[in-house]
């Protein structure tokens, strides 16, 4: 692959997917997309680069922008934010939701569905609580393939072995051949939908809770910022957005702020939530550091 | 030091099992059957048992039953490692007292997921 190449290819994903390479990235680009070629019957990235500056081959493009994708997922991966999820997150939102009975939550970066589906799993734990709720579980991903993979819910017995109690294993999942079938009512629970987060996503509507995780790390630091600008847009006064172990909204937006609490946890900056705040307690200016905790986050 | 017993009569299962606990920081200790497992819980109850269910002289299933019996034995958290991974054998394990349940073949990955689940969080606070 020639310098010249290598700038393209990195131009091309940048702008497709936001992914940003940094020059010692070669080698992935290398091994990631050597397979496409040969798919594709092209000689190598030479011949790879002449087709997609050629002509718009959507199936090219999509598997391009697809190989350069990251899927690695486990279920309930890093356990803090799903504990967050079931003892701080769901209670709340539900406590100031008592009124409409209605919850919106988004998985933005949903991959294999590992991370939906131990959301929905807890959801069905407090099925007790949420009756007669209307709870929306909506996941996106940028790729179709993995999206696929996602809504068949068939996982190797690898994949059901990283992170998912065994107890939950055999409540939810029922075994076909040598793999596991996540069951049915979970799969139900979850809308699937392509999506690409360089789009926008604002006819998803607004949501209380968004689980955003690992994939801002692949972006620059304008695209987080206008990712992150946007999900704070997509975020209810009241949200709740978790991000991945490597990832922050400080020096990227000021629409966001971590909560003091609970790491990987962010909120609607003070001006942001300043009308549910006063709503709350009319005697609290909005910039209160104590406010976020009485908002209930 | 936390210690783990590994219960397998494969001596390569054994191996690999050891390898996997050690860079964890566990002290390994090893048994070629539930009578000499249950033998070696008898001297020193270990912090975690890996346990095979077929096994000859004792199988992984009465070794645990028995264990969890004896004194000091409701202590060591226990994760059946077998290749019977249907979920009938799962529940009954579960039913004798088994924490967790690693169905074979298993890596690094998984060892130490199902260790986390039991409460072992790796190397960060072995020391």
């Known amino acids: 692959m020639t310098e010249l190449e290598f700038d393209f290819l990195r131009s091309y994903l940048k702008t497709r997917s936001g992914l940003a390479l940094s020059a010692e990235k070669r080698y992935l680009i290398e091994s990631r997309l050597g397979p496409v070629c040969r798919r594709f019957n092209l000689a190598g990235l030479g011949a790879l680069v002449t087709a997609l500056k050629g002509s718009r081959d959507l199936a090219l493009e999509r598997a391009v922008v697809e190989a350069m994708t990251t899927n690695e997922t486990f279920f309930f991966r890093d356990r803090t934010p799903f504990d967050l999820f079931r003892d701080v997150l769901l209670p709340e939102a539900m406590a100031r939701r008592a009124t409409q009975r209605r919850l919106r939550i988004w998985c933005a970066a949903a991959s294999t569905g590992q991370e939906p589906y131990s959301l929905a799993m807890m959801l069905q734990d407090a099925a007790a609580r949420l009756a007669g709720w209307h709870v929306d579980l909506v996941a996106t991903d940028l790729s179709t393939e993995v999206l696929e993979k996602a809504k068949a819910g068939l996982y190797s017995h690898f994949e059901v072995q990283r992170g998912l109690p065994v107890q939950s294993l055999i409540k939810h999942f029922e075994q076909t051949g040598e793999q596991w079938r996540i069951s049915a009512s979970l799969r139900q629970m979850v809308d699937y939908r392509p999506l690409n987060l360089l789009h926008p996503f604002d006819a998803l509507g607004t949501f209380d809770i968004i689980y955003c995780r690992n994939v801002l790390i692949y972006f620059d630091a304008p695209t987080k910022g206008d990712v992150l600008a946007r999900l704070s847009a997509s975020l209810a006064p009241d949200g709740a957005l978790l991000l991945g172990a490597a990832e922050t909204v400080i020096g990227l937006t000021e629409k966001l702020v971590p909560n003091a609490q609970h790491r990987g946890l962010y909120v609607q900056a003070p001006a942001a939530a300043r009308a549910p705040a006063v709503r709350v307690l009319p005697g609290l200016p909005a910039t209160d550091p104590g406010l976020r905790r009485v908002v209930g986050l | ?127």
């Open chain 2, 1 to 127: 030091m936390k210690t783990c017993l590994i219960v397998d009569d494969s001596a390569v299962i054994r191996k690999v099992a050891r390898r996997i606990f050690e860079t964890m920081n566990f002290k390994v200790g090893e048994a070629e059957d539930g009578e000499k497992a249950l033998t070696a819980c008898g001297e020193t109850m270990p912090d975690a048992i890996l346990l095979d269910w077929n096994m000859p002289t004792m199988d992984g299933y009465d070794f645990l039953r028995a264990l969890r019996k004896a004194p000091g034995g409701e202590k060591p958290k226990v994760l059946f490692c077998t290749t019977e991974n249907d979920v009938g054998a799962i529940a009954r394990a579960l039913h004798a007292g088994a924490d967790e349940y690693i169905m074979k073949p298993f890596d690094r990955d998984i060892v130490t997921a199902k260790l986390a689940q039991v409460g072992f969080h790796g190397e960060a606070d072995a020391a």
